[in-house]
């Protein structure tokens, strides 16, 4: 008995023993996995802290790098001692691949972890982000409130003015040969009508911020992957659409005119102007010469531009035209041309910030080339031409039977514009970490 009794408490020994230490490693491998996740969370923490430098140096933060190590083109950074329970540390390092980027350079910014416990190996974790600039025109036609179409044929798509993102190669025009699917709609409001697509043709998507479009009995939201069966994709339709509409300000500097002639700006030069108004009628014509500025200074509910009858403002190819207004635009028949291929190229700042705002007519049965960013401004188009380019307002209305084509290289446009997050990875692999060891490792 006595040694039957033995056998069993040896048995019992061994399988308490086996317990323990399963249990203990399970302990150490719940705290491993827990401080990965630490160190994870402290990889993306300090690549915010890149981003945030960035994002600080754009807002003319002349200490933005303070802190940062640099060679002219990368900076790096150790942020040290921080404090977890159980007596566990963690430390980041922050690379920058390129702190102060020219444009359409997309930067890295590439975080390693190191989270260390007592008696464990350290957890390393690397993130790395790629950056690109935010764009004003990163969707075709935008609204704080309202978009609604009230034509019976008008239609949405896009193409791509830069499809190499190469500004040293020829621009590609607008055709039914390089047509996409990517003509982006979208309201931030949340009620009922935020966007009426009515019997619009939407070649891409509409968004809004919490309620579905309004659809007539034939009109689409479709894409290239839709069943030809299917008039509304639902993949193309969202509800959860939000935006930022940062307000902007217009150039205080330039020269002051009392009034504006037959021409402005001069051929292969940058200027600035300043004017109260701009009045065209008849056959009057202003052409733009050069890269041209012109701030308008009529005040809320003041015309500030009024193209009426036969007149135009020309655009010659080679030049453009940046124009800032606070009061209201009308542009009547062909009065806007712009004989360039991107529509950039032509560009109508609101600056106006009360709840009033100002108001922007554009009609004609041409192609209007532009891009227009008014978000206190409600803006109606009418006519049966091409409009391309990108529109963002608080309202946005087609009266017309006009077909819109986004310009998708317009999500690149922005040289001082705020950084975002276009891709988001960790770095797990040997492969992906190769890069980036020999340099955590200097720093």
Same mark, same amino acid.
């Given at each position: 008995?006595?040694?039957?009794?033995?056998?069993?408490?040896?048995?019992? /020994?061994?399988?308490? &023993?086996? $317990?323990?230490?399963?249990?203990?490693?399970?302990?150490?491998?719940?705290?491993?996995?827990?401080?990965?996740?630490?160190?994870?969370?402290?990889?993306?923490?300090?690549?915010?802290?890149?981003?945030?430098?960035?994002?600080?140096?754009?807002?003319?933060?002349?200490?933005?790098?303070?802190?940062? !190590?640099?060679?002219?083109?990368?900076?790096?950074?150790?942020?040290?001692?921080?404090?977890?329970?159980?007596?566990?540390?963690?430390?980041?390092?922050?690379?920058?691949?390129?702190?102060?980027?020219?444009?359409?350079?997309?930067?890295?910014?590439?975080?390693? &972890?190191?989270?260390?416990?007592?008696?464990?190996?350290?957890?390393?974790?690397?993130?790395?982000?790629?950056?690109?600039?935010?764009? $004003?025109?990163?969707?075709?036609?935008?609204?704080?409130?309202?978009?609604?179409?009230?034509?019976?044929?008008?239609?949405?798509?896009?193409?791509? /003015?830069?499809?190499?993102? %190469?500004?040293?190669?020829?621009?590609?025009?607008?055709?039914?040969?390089?047509?996409?699917?990517?003509?982006?709609?979208?309201?931030?409001?949340?009620?009922?009508?935020?966007?009426?697509?009515?019997?619009?043709?939407?070649?891409?998507?509409?968004?809004?911020?919490?309620?579905?479009?309004?659809?007539?009995?034939?009109?689409?939201?479709?894409?290239?992957? !839709?069943?030809?069966?299917?008039?509304?994709?639902?993949?193309?339709?969202?509800?959860?659409?939000?935006?930022?509409?940062?307000?902007?300000?217009?150039?205080?500097?330039?020269?002051?005119? =009392?009034?504006?002639?037959?021409?402005?700006?001069?051929?292969?030069?940058?200027?600035?102007?300043?004017?109260?108004?701009?009045?065209?009628?008849?056959?009057?014509?202003?052409?733009?010469?050069?890269?041209?500025?012109?701030?308008?200074?009529?005040?809320?509910?003041?015309?500030?531009?009024?193209? !009426?009858?036969?007149?135009?403002?020309?655009?010659?190819?080679?030049?453009?035209?940046?124009?800032?207004?606070?009061?209201?635009?009308?542009?009547?028949?062909?009065?806007?041309?712009?004989?360039?291929?991107?529509?950039?190229?032509?560009?109508?700042?609101?600056?106006?910030?009360?709840?009033?705002?100002?108001?922007?007519?554009?009609?004609?049965?041409?192609?209007?080339?532009?891009?227009?960013?008014?978000?206190?401004?409600?803006? !109606?188009?009418?006519?049966?031409?091409?409009?391309?380019?990108?529109?963002?307002?608080?309202?946005? =209305?087609?009266?017309?039977? &006009?077909?819109?084509? $986004?310009?998708?290289?317009?999500?690149?446009?922005?040289? %001082?514009?705020?950084?975002?997050? /276009?891709?988001?990875?960790?770095?797990?692999?040997?492969?992906?970490?190769?890069?980036?060891?020999?340099?955590?490792?200097?720093?």
């Amino acid at each position: 008995m006595l040694i039957t009794a033995l056998l069993v408490a040896a048995i019992i /020994s061994v399988v308490l &023993a086996s $317990y323990l230490n399963l249990n203990l490693s399970t302990t150490r491998l719940a705290k491993r996995t827990f401080d990965g996740y630490a160190a994870l969370n402290l990889a993306e923490a300090g690549t915010e802290e890149g981003v945030w430098s960035f994002n600080r140096a754009v807002a003319g933060d002349g200490a933005a790098w303070s802190g940062w !190590t640099n060679n002219g083109v990368a900076a790096w950074q150790t942020f040290a001692n921080f404090q977890f329970t159980a007596n566990t540390s963690g430390t980041v390092k922050v690379y920058v691949d390129a702190f102060n980027p020219a444009a359409n350079v997309t930067p890295k910014v590439v975080a390693q &972890a190191e989270v260390t416990a007592p008696g464990t190996l350290p957890v390393t974790k690397l993130v790395e982000v790629t950056l690109r600039r935010r764009s $004003y025109f990163a969707n075709g036609l935008v609204a704080k409130d309202r978009i609604v179409f009230s034509g019976s044929t008008a239609s949405v798509d896009s193409w791509s /003015s830069d499809p190499d993102h %190469d500004i040293s190669t020829a621009a590609i025009p607008y055709s039914t040969a390089v047509r996409n699917d990517r003509g982006s709609v979208a309201s931030n409001a949340v009620g009922g009508g935020a966007v009426s697509v009515n019997q619009a043709d939407i070649w891409g998507t509409v968004a809004t911020g919490g309620t579905a479009p309004a659809i007539g009995h034939t009109g689409s939201i479709r894409g290239a992957d !839709t069943p030809p069966a299917v008039r509304v994709d639902p993949r193309r339709v969202a509800t959860d659409f939000n935006a930022d509409f940062p307000l902007v300000a217009a150039p205080g500097t330039g020269t002051t005119l =009392t009034s504006v002639g037959a021409t402005l700006g001069t051929a292969n030069a940058t200027t600035r102007w300043r004017a109260n108004h701009l009045t065209l009628s008849g056959t009057q014509s202003l052409t733009i010469l050069g890269q041209v500025s012109l701030v308008l200074t009529a005040g809320s509910g003041a015309p500030a531009i009024d193209v !009426t009858g036969s007149a135009t403002i020309d655009i010659p190819r080679g030049s453009s035209l940046a124009l800032w207004v606070e009061g209201n635009v009308r542009i009547a028949g062909n009065g806007l041309g712009n004989a360039n291929v991107q529509p950039v190229t032509c560009q109508i700042w609101g600056v106006n910030t009360t709840q009033v705002g100002q108001s922007f007519h554009l009609a004609g049965n041409g192609a209007l080339k532009c891009v227009l960013y008014a978000p206190f401004g409600d803006v !109606t188009i009418n006519g049966n031409g091409d409009v391309m380019g990108s529109v963002v307002a608080r309202t946005i =209305t087609l009266t017309g039977n &006009a077909a819109f084509h $986004y310009d998708e290289a317009l999500r690149d446009h922005g040289t %001082d514009t705020p950084f975002n997050i /276009s891709k988001w990875r960790e770095l797990s692999t040997a492969a992906d970490r190769a890069r980036w060891t020999e340099i955590f490792r200097s720093f």
